[in-house]
């Protein structure tokens, strides 16, 4: 069992991560003392699959308990559906000590951080990531948020888990698509952060596409100490390091939008996402070319698109001025002048943006 420290002062938290930890779990949330009633928010699948073994865990730890469940797409990321699961929370919440459970992948864990912070004005809740997605990235770091139909993530604030809980065996229930979608988040730690990293990546693929828990094990560790790490120094993006978090996610979030959150999944567009980003560094002089075809094929090796099909350029720019991290009119791209050398860009042309985009068509 892995053990790192998100180090944010008073709002400090662990994320343990392990093979077969789950019966461990009700040991940790008795530490925290943070309730004695679990409101669970997941899907159907994760509590037809998961969910007798955790209320089992749970019950066993003497915690009352309560699922609430949500449809398994990003289309569950909305301000309706939120307001629904607040309705049933409250209605549960009577004359109890009440906390969430986000139990499942990127989109369960954003929305039911999402209620936490706003419901009272802040409960505590917990992440129990079940995707390789959520293991490396989402579940850590407190960013909680629903879409609107112009973009991803607009509505929404930071506000920490207590405890992130990665149970690596869930992820023998990933079906190949979602392991690889996971992927294409480790790949930007890589990237980003991590020659170490990339070595593996390129060297290990059949292991880790073969689900060995050793392998995994590995890369949640690598990538969850990088974000961790992060978060540390900048918790709200506030300096601008954590910004580098974003590499691949500026185009990347404009498919997903464009695509109407059907074309492409969350780390397909991501993986997009990248090679639109590498060809800007390379367009740009801050890469070689040699080092945009390394990163598009440990890309393309993970099973994950390079091209960008049936959807319209026009619409997917149209969509990338609803970023967030855009300051007026002012776009801001992370980009990489190396492995492990990232690289915030503010002002580039749309010529450059469109033709990089345009590669990827």
Do not use: W
């Not at 420290?5 to 093979?19: A, C, N, P, W």
């Not at 943070?34 to 037809?48: E, H, P, R, S, Y």
């Not at 004005?121 to 490396?136: E, K, N």
């Not at 996610?249 to 780390?267: D, F, V």
């Amino acid at each position: 069992m892995r053990r790192i420290k998100v180090d944010l002062g008073k709002r400090s938290y662990q994320i343990v991560i392990g093979i077969d930890i789950l019966n461990q779990l009700g040991v940790y949330l008795k530490k925290l003392d943070i309730g004695t009633d679990a409101f669970i928010i997941t899907n159907a699948f994760l509590k037809n699959k998961y969910g007798s073994k955790l209320l089992e865990v749970l019950s066993g730890s003497g915690f009352n308990c309560h699922f609430k469940l949500i449809a398994d797409s990003e289309k569950a990321k909305s301000i309706e559906t939120a307001s629904q699961v607040i309705r049933e929370l409250a209605r549960f919440d009577q004359k109890k000590k009440v906390f969430i459970i986000a139990f499942g992948g990127g989109v369960v864990g954003d929305l039911a951080g999402f209620v936490a912070s706003v419901y009272k004005r802040g409960i505590s809740y917990i992440q129990i990531p079940t995707t390789l997605l959520a293991q490396v990235d989402s579940s850590i770091g407190g960013k909680t948020a629903v879409d609107l139909d112009l973009g991803k993530n607009l509505v929404g604030a930071f506000y920490q888990p207590r405890l992130v809980f990665t149970e690596i065996n869930f992820l023998k229930s990933l079906d190949a698509m979602q392991l690889r979608s996971g992927m294409a988040e480790v790949i930007k730690y890589a990237v980003i952060k991590n020659q170490k990293l990339f070595n593996y990546l390129v060297n290990n693929y059949s292991a880790v596409m073969r689900r060995n828990a050793s392998a995994l094990e590995i890369i949640i560790n690598a990538c969850s100490r990088i974000k961790a790490d992060i978060v540390t120094q900048d918790e709200k993006e506030t300096s601008g390091l954590r910004s580098i978090l974003n590499f691949g996610h500026t185009i990347g979030h404009a498919i997903e939008a464009a695509g109407g959150y059907k074309s492409y999944n969350h780390g397909q567009a991501v993986g997009l996402g990248m090679v639109v980003a590498v060809d800007l560094s390379k367009r740009l002089g801050f890469i070689d070319a040699r080092l945009a075809l390394k990163i598009r094929n440990l890309i393309k090796l993970y099973q994950l698109p390079t091209e960008i099909k049936g959807i319209a350029i026009a619409k997917i720019i149209q969509a990338h001025y609803h970023d967030k991290k855009f300051s007026g009119k002012e776009n801001k791209f992370v980009l990489i002048s190396g492995i492990g050398k990232p690289k915030i860009v503010r002002n580039i042309k749309l010529e450059l943006i469109k033709a990089a985009i345009c590669l990827s068509i």
